[in-house]
């Protein structure tokens, strides 16, 4: 049977959300390794792939907001753009605490002379899960989807929290030894709480990803 013009239109627009995704994910790897060596150029990069993702997302809205108003799609069809349209906001949370990442690169005088290998785990596991649950998009994958949200955020004590819990405990532990230090801490702190937030951001991405392809609410 022929695709009808909803669902090419559909097909298009949740290519570009994938594509959305992979920029984000492109965006984090990169902000944190700014950081880490204080290579300004590709911090500068960052700021400006932000801009880039921004207008990106605005162009996908007009789309959905394109088909709503033309295709006039049935009620299911109309809960799964809606929920394509919600995702994008998240994406961009994303792409905004990469951004604030790499401006802190661009104030900082130098690279970071602390070693916090928390930090390099938590930015590792973030890009991996984001990548992960972008999979599942792409494959329509309801059993991976289902499986990466149970594992990594129905959980009280999820892996995101005690990778920044061991980053601030770090952190703390050394500008009690190192007072001199207290600034180059607190920014690695800072580092690590965008990296925390792009981890609730990718929370509720899992969750309409889960809904566009299930069809179904997840019970949390």
Sequence with gaps: ???????????????????LGNKCVDMLNNSVSSFLEHNIESAEKSIKAYKELKKEGKNIRKKCAS?????????SDLRRLAYVFNIIPYFEE???????????????????????????????????ILSDILKAYKDKDEELALTIYK??????????ERLFNNINNEMINYMADNPNGALEASKI????????????????????????????????
């Design 94 to 128: 994303i792409g905004h605490s990469a951004s604030k990442i790499a401006k802190i690169t661009i104030k900082s005088t130098e690279k970071p002379h602390i070693t916090c290998e928390s930090l390099i785990i938590m930015s590792t596991y973030m890009t991996m």
């Design 1 to 19: 049977m022929a695709k009808s013009i909803y669902d090419k239109k559909m097909e298009e627009i949740e290519g570009e959300i994938i594509s």
């Design 151 to 160: 594992r990594e955020f129905r959980k009280k004590d999820t892996k995101t």
């Design 67 to 75: 088909i709503i108003a033309l295709q006039r799609p049935v009620a």
């Design 189 to 220: 702190l800072c580092v690590g709480k965008y990296l925390e937030t792009v981890g609730s951001s990718i929370i509720n991405i899992a969750d309409i990803i889960l809904y566009i392809i299930s069809g179904e609410d997840v019970e949390r």
